[in-house]
């Protein structure tokens, strides 16, 4: 099976500060990969599919890129609500198995 | 609007059963697949279960394969989890989430509901 790590796990950044996950498949999943954020106490929400396209209405400090095995979620410039956890999920083959996350605080 | 609400869960003896259902509106049902996520208290995402919009195919994660049975009605709208030998491990808040299309993503989720598996 495919497995998903995510670095940093967390991470504190400044207001303003570009942020930036990496999600890696071990081996090579072409662009099937999403990102999702999950506030606390709330449903997960989902940001970017297909590696790089953003969901409607989310804003466009979001951004995903890469493909194969390694990924990443950049937020251009935190705000206060970005405050989440932040998790990638593979699509292929059946398994649709999520990273660890990575926990996204404002310092 | 898109509605998703799970349905079901509740305490239950490790070894027993339970059944999860999830009522969907506002989309046609019939025509998307559907998941089941789960999350332990304090925990990451871990995804359960699948089923295709016609029920052709069903894939689950090693832990419950022979357990857990994923299937849905679309005369319904619902879609169902039934957990079998339940574990203590199993304890979780059960989502039923929505897969918009192909390499498209969990576009909505429910509410969850919670499960624990305790004697």
């Known amino acids: 099976d495919i497995q998903m790590t995510q670095s940093p796990s967390s991470l504190s950044a400044s207001v303003g500060d570009r942020v930036t996950i990496t999600c890696r498949a071990s081996?090579?999943?072409?662009?099937?990969l999403a990102w999702y954020q999950q506030k606390p106490g709330k449903v997960p929400k989902l940001l970017i599919y297909?590696?790089?396209t953003l969901q409607s209405g989310v804003p466009s400090r979001f951004s995903g890129s890469g493909s194969g095995t390694d990924f990443t979620l950049t937020i251009s410039s935190l705000q206060p609500e970005d405050v989440a956890t932040y998790y990638c999920?593979?699509?292929?083959?059946?398994?649709?198995?999520f990273g660890p996350g990575t926990t996204v605080d404002i310092k | 609007q898109v509605q998703l609400v799970e349905s079901g869960g509740g305490v239950v003896q490790p070894g027993r059963s339970l059944r999860l259902s999830c009522a969907a509106s506002?989309?046609?049902?019939?025509?998307?697949?559907m998941h089941w996520v789960r999350q332990a208290a304090g925990k990451g995402l871990e995804w359960v279960a699948s089923?295709?919009?016609?029920?052709?195919?069903?894939y689950y994660v090693d832990s419950v394969k022979g357990r857990f049975t994923i299937s849905r009605d679309n005369s319904k709208n619902t879609l169902f989890l039934q957990m079998n030998s339940l574990r203590a491990e199993d304890t979780a808040v059960y989502y039923c989430?929505?897969?918009?299309?192909?390499?498209?993503?969990?576009?909505?989720w429910g509410q969850g509901t919670l499960v624990i598996v305790s004697s």
């Open positions: 989430a929505r897969e918009g299309g192909w390499n498209y993503g969990f576009d909505y």
């Open positions: 506002g989309f046609t049902f019939s025509s998307y697949g």
């Open positions: 089923i295709w919009y016609n029920g052709s195919n069903k």
């Open positions: 081996q090579g999943i072409y662009n099937y």
């Open positions: 297909a590696a790089s």
């Open positions: 999920q593979k699509f292929n083959s059946g398994q649709f198995t």
